[in-house]
């Protein structure tokens, strides 16, 4: 259909047009500045097409016989959806969603032309939070590696192993994840 086309065609685009993107309606637009709320915004939209696909395939993936015996025991459709479709489909929709937020964390583009282009050395808090100013992991530890200081060296370096790290235990949830909940029919 028009819309699966275009959701899968919104799933290949670059991170970089999101991050035009999220700089023209959420900065410009919206006037939300440059702050965490408009950088989470445009991460969610760089991250919706490929959580929706996978939700679709997962429960595409779930056998019409399943259905078919649920709509035989007398079981109303909200009733197979609930009870039937999406307990067997959990394990690819949880997959997916880990899968996407692992890739938003590794995206460093969208982020730079909302707003996290500047080296900040405070740390952001207070009840305005979401409408500070940020900073990414990746240009932190750009600019740490840039300094001749040594210190700040082995600082990037750990900065390095924890967003390593981070990916790694995201990877080992879905795979987890998947296997727990995955189903043999």
């Given amino acids: 259909t028009f819309l699966e086309v275009n959701l899968r065609n919104l799933a290949g685009v670059p991170s970089i047009v999101y991050g035009i993107l999220g700089l023209y309606v959420f900065v410009r637009a919206f006037r939300l500045d440059q702050s965490v709320i408009a950088a989470a915004l445009t ?3 760089l991250i919706l097409p490929v959580v929706v696909i996978a939700a679709r395939e997962a429960i595409r993936a779930v056998p019409d016989s399943l259905r078919q015996a649920s709509y ?3 079981a109303t459709k909200w009733q ?3 009870r039937v479709v999406l307990p067997n489909a959990v394990a690819g929709i949880v997959t997916g ?3 996407a937020v692992a890739r938003a964390i590794g995206e460093t583009a969208p982020l730079l032309l909302v707003g996290g ?3 900040i050395t405070t740390i952001p808090g207070g009840w305005d939070v979401l ?3 940020f900073s990414v992991m990746p240009l932190q530890i750009y600019s740490y590696f840039a300094t001749p200081d040594q210190a700040f060296k082995e600082i990037a370096a750990a900065g390095i192993m924890v967003l390593l790290s981070i990916l790694i ?3 080992a ?8 909940f995955a189903r043999k029919w």
Avoid: H, K, M
Wanted: hydrophobic share 50%; glycine share 14%; proline share 0%.
């Fill in 43 to 45: 991460l969610s939209l």
């Fill in 72 to 74: 035989g025991l007398g």
């Fill in 80 to 82: 197979t959806v609930s």
């Fill in 97 to 99: 969603v880990v899968l």
């Fill in 117 to 119: 282009a500047g080296f």
């Fill in 131 to 133: 409408s500070d100013s």
């Fill in 169 to 171: 235990s995201l990877y």
């Fill in 173 to 180: 949830i879905a795979f987890i994840v998947r296997g727990r």
